[in-house]
C-alpha cells in the first residue's frame, strides 16, 4: 500500500539483518496512523537535506511540573501538518526496567489513542519516552498515569533528572548494594527536585551495584553509588581447581564454550595489584592489596565472590563534554553503608546540593563547580574528611590555598618589626 | 473519577514517582531476590542465573531498535506472553530479555524467535558487539548534526555478525551521539560515532532580540567568541569565528543562532573508551578519525571505518583487552598503523589542560 510520502532514501534501511525502525513505523503508518505518516516524510526531507527539522525548544508541560514534557515543532508544518505539534512525554521507569505484558499493552493503547504510538524503550537516562504528541493530550495522559498506571513522569530540564539503577540483586550474584531500592528512595525523597526546576542545571543520580558499572555512574552521573566490599574475596579452592581442571566454562562463557583455561595468563597475571598467587593447589589472595577490579571474579564466577562487609563508594561530578569537557566522576566518600532507609547518604546529598545551589553558574554541571571552586570546598561543605583514595596522586605543584587559620598570626605581617630586622 | 479538561485540580494525583520496582518482578526474581549465586551464558544471548535456593531462571536477549512503535512492543509482549508467563525487561543498551523459570520453554522460545528471520536478533552478551546506545537524531531533536536511528541501523547490519557471537577478545560497546551534548554521553565508549558541526553559527539580527537572552548567550560560549553588537536599531552580537570550536553550545541558548549545514555536519569516530573498572580503571574514548561527511541514507564510509577499527582490533587484541587497553599496549602510533586511519592536526588536542596529552617522554615505537 502506498504511504502518503514516497520514501525512497529511508526505503534503503528496510534493507539489512539488524531490525529496522523504518520497516516498524510504516507498518503504523499502513495502518492509517497520520502521525507515523507525516513523521516519515519528515525523516524523509532530513535524509535528503542532511539537517534535521526540529523547530528550537518550546515550553509546554502539565500543570504545577516544570519538567517531563519535551516541546517539539516541526519546521515545516505546511508539509507535515500531523507532525507540527511533536511532544516527548518522559515516564518515569519503573528502577531496571521490569515489566508485565499487562501493563505494557495497556500503556501502548493508551499512547496509541492520545499520541503518534512511537516511543523509545527507553531513553538514555532510562525513562520510557513517549515521542509525539499535541499539547491538549498532556494533561489526560497525565490524569490516565497518575490514576490508571500508579505512573509519574521524568525529569527534564533543570531538574533532578529521572534516576537509574542495574539491575542489581534482581538478577545479579555480584551487586553489593540494593540498587534497585535506593534508586526507588531517592527518586521517592527527591520527588519535588525531580518535578520542579531547582538546580543551575541537570543532576544525575546512577547507582551500580559493582566496580563493572553496568548503568555507567561513573561516567553519566553527578552523583555515582557504585557497590563495593571492604573484606576478603569469598573463595571455593575446590571451584578452582575446576576451572584449572577444565571442568568449570571460565568467564561464565562469555569467551565461548571453551574448556581450556590458563589461570596465570587469564587471572594472576592480568590482576592490575599483582595480589593473587596460585601454587598449583590453592589460589591465594592478599586481599589488602586488592582494588576490587572483579577481573578475577568475572573470570572464575563459582569459584570467587565478593565479599560480605558491603556498601558503596560514592563518587561525584561526571558529565558529557558541554561545556568544561568530559569528566569522570571522582571519589569524595570512599565507602559507606548503604541501608534504608539510606540517612547518612542523603545527608551528604542535602549539604551538595545546598553549595551547589548557591554557588553554581546557570548551566554549571556539579562536576564544573567543583572544578571551579576546588574539591577542597566540596569536601569542606560536605563536611568530609580528605582521604588518600580521593586522588590518583598528590598535587605536583606547590600553589597551595593556605587558611589563615592554619599560619601563626594568620595573615598579618608585623611590617614595622621587619623593617626593623631588614633594611629596605 | 473521569478526567475533567475543566478542572485540572479535581482528584489530581500528583508526586507519586514510579512504580515500585518489584512491582512487576516475576515470581523467580522476587522469591530469589538477593539470593543469586553464579550465572552462565549458555550460548550467545541466553543467561542462565542459579540461585542458592537453586532455583534457575534463563534471560533470552534479543537486539532491538531504541525508536519502537506500539505494535513492537505489542508483538515482543506475545512472545512474552507465550514463552515467559508474561514477563520481560529491558537493558541499559535498549536490549529486551524474556525472563523464562520454566525450562521447558526455553527452546520453543529460541525456536520461535529464529523463525522470524532477524526481527528478533538473539544476541547481545559476553564478548560481542552489543546493541548502539544513542540519541534522537533528526528523528526528534532540535540541535542534532547527524542522524542516529538511520546511522545505527546501518552500523549493527555491518556488524550482525558479532552481536550473535562470542568471538571478539572482549566486548565492544559502541555509542552514537548526534551533537556534542552528549544527551547519549558517549565520551566512555569503546568506538564512539559523534555528531559534530564544522561552521560558526550565523547571527539573524532581526531575531536575536526578541528570541534570545543576550548576556546569557554570551555567556554560554566557553571560549569568550561572542560580544554584544549594535545593528542598526537592533541588539544582537557578533561571534569571532576563529575562536569558535563548534560546541553548539550559543544556539542551545539562542534559536537565533542556527549552525546545522549539510555540508559542514558530519560525523567524528572515537575509541578506546571504557566505564567498568575491570582490569584497568575507566577511560575516555580519543579521537580516531575526526570528519566523515554525513552519507544518508546508509553512511557507507563511516561503516566501513568503524568495520576497520573492530577488525584490527579482533586481528590484534589479546583475550580480555578492551580497545583501549589494546591501543594502550601497542600504542597510538600502532592504532593508526594497523586501522590505516590517517593521524592529523586535529588529533593533537589544543582545549584545556591539552598538555596533559602530549608525549613527555622517548619512549615511542618506530
Known sequence: ?424 | MAFDPNNLMKDRITDIGPPKYDKHFPPVIKENFGKWKYHEILEPGVLMHVSESGAEVYSVRIGSARLISVDYIREVCNMADKYSGGHLRWTTRNNIEFLVSDKSKLQPLLADLRSQGSWFPIGGTGNCITNIVHTQGWAHCHTPAIDASGVVKAVMDELYGYFGSHKLPAQIRIALACCLNMCGAVHCSDIAILGVHRKPPFVEHDRVQNVCEIPLVIAACPTAAIKPKKVGDLKSIEINNDRCMFCGNCYTMCPALPLADGEGDGIAIWVGGKVSNVISAPMFSKLAVPFIPNEPPRWPTTVKTIKKIVEAYADGARRYERIGEWTKRIGWERFFEKTGLEFGHEHIDDYRLAMTTWRTTTQFKF
Open chain 1, 1 to 424: 500500500m502506498a504511504l502518503k510520502h514516497a520514501t525512497p532514501m529511508l526505503d534503503e534501511l528496510d534493507k539489512g539483518p539488524w531490525p529496522s525502525f523504518v520497516s516498524d513505523v510504516k507498518r503504523m503508518a499502513a495502518k492509517g496512523n497520520r502521525m507515523c505518516e507525516d513523521w516519515l516524510g519528515l525523516m524523509e526531507m532530513s535524509f535528503r537535506d542532511k539537517e534535521g527539522h526540529w523547530k528550537h525548544g518550546g515550553i509546554v508541560g502539565v500543570l504545577g511540573y516544570g519538567g517531563g514534557v519535551i516541546g517539539r515543532y516541526c519546521d515545516r508544518p505546511d508539509l507535515f501538518p500531523s507532525v507540527a505539534h511533536f511532544h516527548t512525554i518522559r515516564v518515569n521507569q519503573p528502577a531496571s526496567k521490569y515489566y508485565d505484558t499487562k501493563v505494557l499493552r495497556r500503556l501502548c493503547d493508551l499512547w496509541e489513542a492520545r499520541g503518534s504510538g512511537l516511543t523509545n524503550m527507553h531513553g538514555s537516562t532510562g525513562d520510557i519516552v513517549l515521542l509525539g504528541t499535541t499539547t491538549d493530550q498532556l494533561e489526560p495522559i497525565f490524569y490516565e498515569l497518575t490514576h490508571e498506571f500508579e505512573m509519574d513522569l521524568g525529569g527534564s530540564g533543570s531538574n533532578m533528572r529521572t534516576p537509574e539503577s542495574c539491575l542489581g540483586m534482581s538478577r545479579c550474584e555480584w551487586s553489593c548494594i540494593n540498587t534497585q531500592d535506593i534508586i526507588y528512595d531517592l527518586t521517592q525523597e527527591f520527588q519535588d527536585a525531580l518535578h520542579r526546576p531547582m538546580f543551575p542545571y541537570k543532576f544525575k543520580f546512577k547507582a551500580s551495584g559493582c566496580p563493572m558499572d553496568c548503568v555507567a555512574a561513573i561516567a553519566r552521573s553527578d552523583c555515582s553509588i557504585i557497590g563495593t566490599w571492604r573484606d576478603q574475596i569469598r573463595t571455593d579452592q575446590a571451584a578452582v581447581k575446576a576451572y584449572v581442571g577444565g571442568e568449570l566454562v571460565p568467564h561464565g562463557g562469555a569467551g565461548g564454550k571453551r574448556t581450556s583455561f590458563d589461570i596465570k595468563a587469564e587471572v594472576i597475571d592480568l590482576c592490575p595489584t599483582q595480589c593473587m598467587e596460585y601454587d598449583g593447589k590453592s589460589l591465594k589472595i592478599y586481599d589488602e592489596d586488592c582494588v576490587r577490579c572483579m577481573h578475577c571474579i568475572r573470570v572464575m564466577p563459582r569459584a570467587l565472590r565478593p565479599g560480605l562487609d558491603r556498601g558503596a563508594t560514592i563518587l561525584v561530578g561526571a558529565k558529557a563534554p558541554i561545556l568544561d569537557g568530559a569528566q569522570l566522576s571522582s571519589v569524595v566518600i570512599p565507602f559507606i553503608k548503604m541501608e534504608s532507609p539510606y540517612t547518612e547518604f542523603k545527608g551528604f546529598v542535602e549539604k551538595m546540593w545546598d553549595w551547589w545551589m548557591e554557588e553554581g553558574k546557570n548551566r554549571e554541571r556539579l562536576g564544573e563547580t567543583i572544578q571551579r571552586l576546588s574539591l577542597r570546598e566540596f569536601l569542606k561543605v560536605c563536611e568530609l574528611q580528605p582521604d588518600p583514595r580521593m586522588v590518583n596522586t598528590p598535587r605536583f605543584n606547590p600553589y597551595i590555598f593556605y587558611d589563615p587559620a592554619a599560619v601563626p598570626g594568620g595573615w598579618e605581617h608585623d611590617g614595622a618589626a621587619f623593617r626593623q630586622r631588614h633594611q629596605a
